[in-house]
DNA sequence: TCCCGAAGTTCGATTTAAATG
DNA sequence: GCATTTAAATCGAACTTCGGG
């Protein structure tokens, strides 16, 4: 290990110099050029890199980021984590992966990790998220910036970006009646997830704006779970029963993309050919959708800049603590937007 | 910030003690219960948590692992991932991801960044690989232990976790050939992919075993790209090429997953029913095959369990060099496994 | 000699205060 | 006072050495 002492040997100047001079602190405008060179060729000669602990010891500073992900099987995420890591990367930070699992016990033990290294901000991705709220509370107590990606909460501590899922559903049933559809089946997504409300509030009020009317019988919900996939596997059980019921419909709007593949499977099996018969919409835009046979239409979280989003609140957050600013918490709701595949045609 | 001194002082003893005690040090069996126990409570009371800089700082250890992956939107990269975090939470360390984008620039900064905040040992997901091989080379001055996954390199300085690919490629094809086919249309790898040669090996092994002719005009290549995407591009090109053609055949064998979908897209289109009229078969078993209509018979690599191995093989190469014992690379390769779904079927 | 505890040094970089000409 | 440089203190924990009973 060459330390910051050898460069100070090997180029005659104290390792104050030294410091000054590779940090390009305030009091290396004092410094003439040809010291500067001098040091700058020792440190270049030994390798010099500087210790990281002792640097952040010192500063109190690790330039890292703790990223929370309640399950990373859960296809939303990956985007994601593509636009944290991204934005992450110009601004010289390194993120500290986690992923709870969605469990409690994991959540805390995570938290409690994390906050030993100093990470210097929190991001949350917490999309499918049927955690006790008061564990989160844990969160407020650390006083480092903190955004929340997929859920937003009451409180005033911490940041969120989210999808505006009122606008996403509008868009998704308005799609689906400009094709001239109306009986239309749905299948809402599970009470304890915070984005199955709005979107159904969208829907609703679309209907009603268009003076379209929603038939009970063919309203569906998701159930609870914890699983990602089981979003699949509900999607394709409720269509699968709607059919046995023999209810007739034109369309199926899904809560998200998972559900709309099950119920695609559902269709397909019951020789229901999509979208000639029958059209599926989803929700989300997650990498499949894109190659599935046939590929979806849906409603697009813009993950990667939503990710991206979320870096920007937490290190803007970081930016005011160093300057003793303020930290303001910022609520975003981006828009989301309707990508038109082949699941979903006019009606003939 | 509560430190080891405010312990020392609101136990009454000094912080020597304090530490012996806090980390059940070897001295610690000579301290009497009722000193720990007033230390112990001191702490409680203060909420004191030890600085992992200063920690740091003194040991030379981060207790931290860097993983690099070479482009996170690859499928395949998921489930290694949560092989990884999931192991790595059960040793206590902490993953820094970076993603390198397959830009040779990207991977020297994250590769110099990673080494700055002194990781202990290194997992590469590196599977879908186009970068100079040359680049790599600097890994191995890095005198850290590291564990490629997904593909194996000559050098003695890594070890390296892939699957059989030989072994895979002889079940996929046995697979078919057990289910009557024997006009069968093959997509081969791209020729700068490490798993293609070996997966076609194990393909005509079987086939001279079982005595099935090749038909060259059934046997395409992928190109080479650095997109994982381009992939189900490909396989929906190349296949609606050989339907074009009136070439005939039975069934399809993918290089992947990801080509496997994009046939069943460009023979759905074509009207061709999977697998009513032509079987479909993958290699990998990535999130998406599970939930595709219909869904996709496949090899399957035991992502998980190779991210798990991979992290095994890298805590134990620390502890190696914590105790001073040689660092032994290993090479593991990992059994794949037939799952069937049902993109395949007997021939009628 | 054994047990218990403390003083002081070390890790490596940053920063304050101060010393030169 | 100004430009240039540095000794010494600091960050917080851990380990080495030593002393008292």
Redesign the interface.
């Known amino acids: 290990m060459v330390t910051i002492r050898d460069v100070a040997k090997e180029s005659g100047f104290s390792s104050t110099t030294v410091s000054i001079v590779l940090n390009n602190a305030p009091l290396s405008r004092y410094i003439p050029a040809v010291t500067k060179k001098r040091i700058e060729r020792a440190a270049q000669k030994l390798g010099y890199?500087?210790?990281?602990?002792?640097r952040?010891?010192r500063s109190?500073r690790?330039h890292?980021v703790g990223?929370m992900v309640f399950d990373?099987?859960d296809?939303f995420c990956?985007?994601i984590?593509?636009g944290i890591?991204?934005t992450l990367?110009q601004s010289n930070y390194?993120?500290?992966?986690?992923?709870v699992?969605n469990e409690g016990s994991?959540f805390e033990r995570?938290l409690e990790?994390?906050?030993?290294?100093?990470i210097e901000g929190l991001i949350v991705i917490a999309n499918w998220l049927f955690l006790d709220i008061n564990l989160l509370a844990d969160l407020e107590k650390s006083s480092i910036p903190i955004a929340m990606i997929g859920c937003e909460l009451k409180n005033d501590t911490m940041s969120s970006v989210i999808v505006d899922n009122e606008v996403g559903g509008q868009l998704a049933l308005e799609h689906l009646y400009s094709l001239g559809h109306r009986r239309i089946a749905f299948i809402r997504g599970p009470k304890g997830l915070t984005d199955s409300s709005p979107r159904w509030r969208g829907i609703r009020n679309l209907a009603k704006q268009s003076g379209m009317e929603l038939d009970a019988r063919l309203i569906l919900d998701l159930p609870e779970s914890r699983d990602p996939?089981s979003s699949?596997e509900s999607g394709c059980k409720l269509t699968e029963e709607l059919i046995r019921q023999k209810r007739s419909f034109t369309a199926l709007l899904a809560f998200d993309d998972?559900s709309a593949?099950?119920a695609?499977?559902a269709l397909?099996k019951a020789g229901i050919a999509v979208p000639e018969q029958c059209s599926v919409i989803g929700f989300d835009d997650v990498?499949?959708s894109?190659?599935?046979?046939?590929?979806l239409t849906t409603v697009r979280q813009p993950m990667e800049s939503m990710g991206a989003s979320a870096v920007g609140i937490v290190v803007d957050g970081i930016n005011a603590v160093l300057e003793k600013r303020d930290v303001a918490t910022t609520h975003r709701k981006v828009a989301p937007e309707l990508v038109i595949r082949d699941s979903t045609r006019n009606l003939a």
Chains 1, 2 share one sequence.
């Open positions: 890199r500087p210790n990281q602990f002792a952040s010891l109190k690790s890292t990223v990373m099987t296809p990956t985007l984590l593509r890591e991204n990367y390194l993120p500290m992966l986690t992923d699992h994991r995570y990790m994390l906050l030993d290294r100093r996939l699949f998972m593949f099950g695609i499977r397909t990498a499949t894109a190659i599935y046979t046939p590929s």
